[in-house]
């Protein structure tokens, strides 16, 4: 697919969501009338809400040209339907139509770019698995730790949870192995337990709270004299809530002796580029989580490199769309991208040539 041919697809796919979302959901009702008897005018609006979600990654992995993004995001949607009792053929049906709706709806060569990636995905589904395997390594030192925490989470013991976390800590485990042994797969193989049913919502923002709360109690190792290795503003894009992820790396470079800034979830670009400014910032690192955030992290890199102030300013991206693709973080603008915040602070010492 041509570069002109997928941003004229994708730019298509955004200006028309709402009415591609619209006459996906008819047809689906009009193939399916019991979806009307089942679940009346609220599994209507519901099933809008999801179409447009799909056809939002849909246009992010047509623009970027990454047609595995959209693969990946089918393959989470099949977990996530089986997990709650709708087989996989249903989905196989659903994206049949979908092809059919982007070639009638759209101008015929975006139509096709489009349809060409959803097939894509549809060829690859049967072999997509069911079941997404435990986040939590057995091999790894801290792995006892995080089924303890997360076993006494699920069991609402969260004064103890917190208390096993602050014991480890006295007893020698630093921060950064409780939050990368510990903390990361406990927070992955809590989204895996919603994905695939086993907990609701609002056990997940209980675990995500709980940990929220006992990263704060470590913060006396984090925060400590003699910040002048280089200074870090760190950041999620506008539109992305998921801060924990940048938040422990932005506690990786504080302990490291970095001046860290740490703006939390949905900044506005321009907040971020005013931060950037003000602090002297050598290095910017902005989160992405959702597939649809890319295109909002390579626009707010657009708009930093086209400001002298910030020349020297090297950019690292990272989160689950750049763990995915390599080279996105390329195609984008950045200078850099890391899996976790180790490699991260490595990347950024090597690009801004600071002797380790
Ligand atoms: C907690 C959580 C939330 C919370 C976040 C609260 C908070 N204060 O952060 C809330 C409830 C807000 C939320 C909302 C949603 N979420 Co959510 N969420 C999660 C969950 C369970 C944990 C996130 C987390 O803390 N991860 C742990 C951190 C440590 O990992 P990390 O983010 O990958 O970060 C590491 C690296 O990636 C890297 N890194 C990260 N950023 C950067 C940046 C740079 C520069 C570098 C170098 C490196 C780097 O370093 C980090 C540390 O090592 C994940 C599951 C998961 N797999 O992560 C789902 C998950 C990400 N969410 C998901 C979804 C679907 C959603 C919602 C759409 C749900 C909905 N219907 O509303 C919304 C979207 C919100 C939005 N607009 O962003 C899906 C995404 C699926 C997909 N295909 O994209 C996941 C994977 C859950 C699942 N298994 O289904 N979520």
Redesign the pocket.
Known sequence: MSFGVASTAAEALRTQQASLAQSLVERQFALSPQLAERYGAAGRIKCLEDANFHLSFLAEAVDLGHPEMFAD?IA?VKVMLTARGIPPADLVNYLTLLCDVLLEALPAEAGTAAARVVDQSLRELPNMPLEVASFLDPQAPLTPLAHEYLALLQRGERQLACQRILDAAAAGSSVRDIY?GV??PT??E???L??MNHISVAQ??YF?ATT?WVMSRLYPQVFTEGKDIATLVATCVS????????R??ADLFEIRGWKTFFLG?NTPTAAVLEMVAQQGAQVL???A???PQVTTAQSLIAKLRTDRRFDHVRV?????PF?LSPGLWRKIGADG?????DE?IELAERLIGVDS
Not at 239 to 246: A, D, P, Q, T, V
Not at 316 to 320: A, D, E, I, Q, R
Not at 337 to 341: G, K, N, V, Y
Request: aromatic share 8%; net charge neutral; glycine share 12%.
């Open positions: 995001y989470w990368l903390f990361q927070q992955r809590v989204g895996r919603w994905q997940e923002h995500t929220q539109g992305n809530l998921h801060e924990l992820g940048i422990m790396l979830s690192a902005i989160s989580t959702l597939m690292l991206v990272g989160g689950h763990n991208h890391a899996r976790d915040a991260a």
